[in-house]
């Protein structure tokens, strides 16, 4: 007796120290997470419950947790981003610095509040050092300070800045064509910013006359 009780006690730590190791799947987390975000928010103005809606190329990296995503899988997200960027219709890739710095200045944007088809604002220095003249800035992402100067962009219609302008075009409009799990907004692709708002951010980054070139 005493030994099929000690047996049955043995039995039943080992399947909960099982159930401790196994716990919930990744999948079952991120279903459960899914239920929870969709009854708890609700369309309301602009803001609309489809924007929890996830494409291929966020939910891969969500599923990942963190983890570097397998190699293959990784190139063919950035692929299929790059397929998605759309260079300046008209060819022209600069517009004003000076309206670039109040476009990386504004958080605003995007929320039920805000009128349809009012300008969004990139919230750029919540990321990154732009202009040295601005003490408040995130460090999320790397310093952009001296961006064009630093990679010789002395006139950026000149043939040698083309690689650089196209890159930096294109990681504005879509930054998971470069980098599958980048954390930073697709401003072009998601409609964030418009071709026009791109041109200013281009040319702060870009223009040799800009602070952030100085």
Same mark, same amino acid.
């Given at each position: 007796?005493?030994?099929t009780y000690?047996?049955?006690?043995l039995?039943a730590v080992?399947?909960f120290?099982?159930?401790?190791a196994?716990g919930?799947?990744?999948q079952?987390?991120a279903?459960a997470?899914?239920?929870?975000?969709?009854? &708890? #928010?609700r369309? %309301? /103005?602009i803001?609309?419950t489809?924007?929890?809606? %996830?494409d291929?190329?966020?939910?891969?990296c969500?599923?990942a947790q963190g983890a570097?995503?397998?190699?293959?899988?990784a190139? &063919?997200?950035e692929? =299929?981003?790059?397929?998605t $960027?759309?260079?300046? !219709?008209d060819?022209?890739?600069?517009?004003d610095?000076?309206?670039?710095?109040k476009i990386?200045? *504004?958080? @605003? /944007?995007m929320?039920?509040? +805000?009128?349809?088809g009012?300008?969004?604002g990139g919230s750029?220095y *919540?990321c990154?050092?732009i202009?040295?003249a601005e003490?408040? #800035?995130?460090?999320?992402?790397p &310093?952009?300070?001296?961006?064009g100067?630093? @990679? /010789? $962009?002395a006139d950026?219609?000149a043939a040698?800045s083309?690689?650089v302008?196209?890159?930096?075009?294109?990681?504005l409009w879509n930054?998971? =064509?470069y980098n599958?799990?980048s954390?930073m907004?697709r #401003?072009?692709?998601a409609?964030?910013?418009n071709?026009? %708002?791109?041109r200013?951010v281009?040319?702060l980054?870009l +223009?040799p006359a !800009?602070? $952030?070139?100085k």
């Amino acid at each position: 007796m005493k030994k099929t009780y000690k047996q049955a006690a043995l039995l039943a730590v080992s399947m909960f120290l099982a159930s401790c190791a196994t716990g919930p799947s990744p999948q079952d987390v991120a279903a459960a997470t899914e239920k929870v975000l969709k009854s &708890s #928010f609700r369309d %309301q /103005g602009i803001a609309k419950t489809t924007w929890l809606d %996830q494409d291929a190329s966020n939910k891969a990296c969500s599923e990942a947790q963190g983890a570097a995503l397998d190699e293959k899988l990784a190139k &063919s997200i950035e692929e =299929a981003n790059m397929k998605t $960027v759309k260079m300046p !219709s008209d060819g022209k890739f600069l517009g004003d610095w000076k309206e670039g710095e109040k476009i990386a200045q *504004n958080g @605003r /944007g995007m929320t039920w509040s +805000d009128a349809a088809g009012s300008a969004n604002g990139g919230s750029c220095y *919540n990321c990154h050092q732009i202009s040295k003249a601005e003490l408040s #800035f995130g460090s999320i992402g790397p &310093s952009l300070y001296n961006y064009g100067k630093l @990679r /010789g $962009v002395a006139d950026p219609a000149a043939a040698a800045s083309k690689p650089v302008v196209d890159y930096t075009w294109g990681k504005l409009w879509n930054s998971k =064509a470069y980098n599958a799990c980048s954390g930073m907004p697709r #401003f072009g692709h998601a409609g964030i910013l418009n071709e026009t %708002q791109l041109r200013h951010v281009m040319a702060l980054l870009l +223009d040799p006359a !800009s602070p $952030v070139n100085k």
